[in-house]
């Protein structure tokens, strides 16, 4: 796949840099997310650790330095996105010593969610309408969604209610018509269709990977569709890493067959992305994807 990126592709749809509103509103998202993130790398440290203060407000200070920076001085720049300004968050994360700081809050959400991962699937199984299933997959992939710890709203979601789980998640889904809503077409095809295969990007621990992609992937290869799931290389945010999703189909294929016996026989793929930041870049993928 990394041989058919053209050298015209852009990985970002906003440029900071020619959008002012977006600008003003990002930056300020990102001045207060620090904050939380500076709190977090903190949280992340053993309680011995009697530098973890001190390093967190050197990654608060530098990160905040850098963007008032690219506040002030954006106009040598061609273009600035949400993504390196989030890879920014990371890299200076690193710098400073704090490689994985959602570490322990992702390893807690995992265990949680695939303590529940039996119950989920056999409430797919039990609706009979091939329509309904593929629909409230889909839900559960939207609801997953939600538990990213990168978005402000959500973080304030998720930080004030340690309880809210799959079905609040779901409950928060508006009702159709979405504002971009190709759902029936999108099933139109998967009932009709077969597929020979389908590469996933996954993206958060917890609830999205466990109780929303996974049984997604699952019913994908009951269609006898090969499902390659690629996660980050890296550590970002609540980000499932390579290793850790790894890790959770393990734990996974003991409580349904459908996927030990994909596993067994190559039919689901746990690969790495190649990405170091919670956004896609294409270029980034491994050489011979």
Known sequence: MSSIITSNYVPDSINLVEDVEA?????????????KFSQQA???????????????QNFLREFKQRLDEFKQNKSPLSSLSIRELLELNETLLRLHGFNDPWMKQKELENNSAVESFRSRIDDIDMIEDNKLRWTELVRGVLAGNIFDWGAQIVAEILQNDAKFGLTDALNKIQKRPWLFDDLDMWLNRILNSSHKCALIFVDNSGVDIVLGILPFAR???????????????EPSLNDVTFTELKGIVE????????LRNAL??????????????????????????
Not at 23 to 35: I, K, T
Not at 251 to 258: G, H, N, P
């Open 264 to 289: 067994e026989n190559s039919k689901l793929l746990v690969v790495s992305n190649g990405q170091k930041g919670p956004c896609l870049d294409m270029r980034n993928l491994p050489k011979g994807w």
């Open 219 to 233: 019913e994908l290869l009951k269609r006898n569709t090969k499902v390659i799931l690629a996660a980050n290389s």
């Open 42 to 56: 903190v949280a992340s440290s053993r309680d011995d650790d009697t530098s973890a203060v001190s390093r967190s």
């Open 251 to 258: 734990e996974c294929k003991l409580k349904c067959d459908i």
């Open 23 to 35: 600008a003003e509103y990002w930056f300020q998202c990102f001045q207060d997310l620090s904050q």
